[in-house]
């Protein structure tokens, strides 16, 4: 086993964090916020703008189970990295689309991969995804941690993570957590 960590921004926490731990070799997915200026930065700092943080997830995984490239896969497939600042309802700074790489290998993964992408006819517009060195991680309050699965009935739910999850499991399913 060799756990590694990355850590994605694509909008909202909450569909980040559902997205991954959905994922055969991923441990652990933790909502958080990094990339700003405040010191310990709380929800509502990071939802008005006013921190510079973006809400990320932090993804611990057995990357001989699943590969950085592989999780770069999903991330580029569950967001859309050519709006700037937002995901569809969600906009702000905080929903940027970000890579915050751990390691100077993982930073030339995500750079080749990005730029591959931009080469090809994936997406009509360049993206827009950052890359930057983590700096500091925060992780979000404890009511954030899990949400879809201790809240899935909730409207926010029903309406943006549910309808993403059921794409993602149909397009990876081969990379899914047997149950």
Known sequence: MKIETATFGAGCFWCVEAVFQQLEGVHSV????????TVNPNYKAVCMGMTGHAEVAQIEYDSEI???QELLEVFW???DPTTLNRQGNDVGTQYRSAIFYHSEEQKEIAEKSKNDLNNSDTWQDPIVTEINQLDIFYPAEDYH???FQLNSTQPYCQLV???K???FT???K???KSV
């Open 161 to 163: 993570i549910h309808p």
């Open 30 to 37: 933790v909502s958080g916020y990094t990339g700003g200026t």
């Open 165 to 167: 999850l059921k794409k």
């Open 174 to 176: 081969e990379k899914l």
């Open 77 to 79: 497939q569950t967001h």
């Open 66 to 68: 699943i590969s950085f």
């Open 145 to 147: 941690q899990n949400y």
């Open 170 to 172: 149909k397009e990876f």
